[in-house]
């Protein structure tokens, strides 16, 4: 009969091997966790992810289920500007270049100074395999914990076919901007992922 002596002995070496296989195991999964979104009662996977020439910094692009970079409905953006560290500043030229833009909509711009945050939102007129459509966009600049700026993106893109379904959309943004605005603004922006993915389903 074995001692009570041996058998803890035993019983310890077990418990810490199941322990660590099941750390390792929560370790290789927490990429795949960090890879999804949820936003709006909605799941959103990294499915593109480069670096970016003009700003040296990454970008990376969330998708539904079902959709990609080339064929999407929505999509959620976030980007990081190493060397921008005025997001207030950012913002204004941003609005800029949406007012002078023909097809372009201004719908909001909020700035708040002492936290040096901004938001936009606005409207664009697209078309795309013959389908034409609105893209409603809001953007979230803040400055980065470290050093540079991150910039949160949220896009919805309406097609249409005629007048009467532009209204409708017209008045669906209108209702739902504040909403979705409100919605950007208090979301965290998630940590940057930097590493090169081109998901094409």
Not at 18 to 29: E, K, P, W
Not at 54 to 78: A, C, L, P, R
Not at 82 to 101: C, G, R, V, Y
Not at 124 to 141: C, H, M
């Amino acid at each position: 009969m074995y001692n009570s002596f041996y058998i803890k002995k035993c019983l310890n070496f077990y418990m810490k091997r199941i322990i660590f296989m099941l750390l390792t195991v929560l370790a290789m999964q927490i990429p795949v966790f960090a890879e999804d979104i949820h936003f709006d009662n909605e799941v959103y996977t990294l499915k593109y992810s480069a670096l970016a020439p003009k700003t040296n910094g990454y970008g990376n692009e969330y998708f539904k289920k079902s959709e990609n970079v080339s064929n999407w409905t929505k999509m959620i953006g976030i980007y990081y500007y190493p060397e921008e560290n005025n997001p207030l500043k950012f913002a204004d030229d941003f609005d800029k270049t949406i007012e002078s833009t023909e097809n372009s909509v201004l719908l909001k711009l909020i700035e708040n100074k002492k936290s040096d945050k901004a938001a936009i939102s606005f409207l664009v007129n697209g078309s795309e395999n013959a389908k034409k459509y609105f893209e409603y966009d809001i953007y979230k600049f803040e400055k980065h914990p470290d050093k540079g700026m991150m910039v949160l993106k949220y896009a919805v893109k309406y097609f249409f076919t005629n007048d009467e379904e532009i209204k409708k959309i017209a008045e669906r943004v209108k209702k739902e901007n504040d909403k979705y605005l409100e919605m950007i603004i208090t979301s965290p922006i998630p940590p940057i992922v930097e590493k090169d993915i081109a998901v094409h389903e």
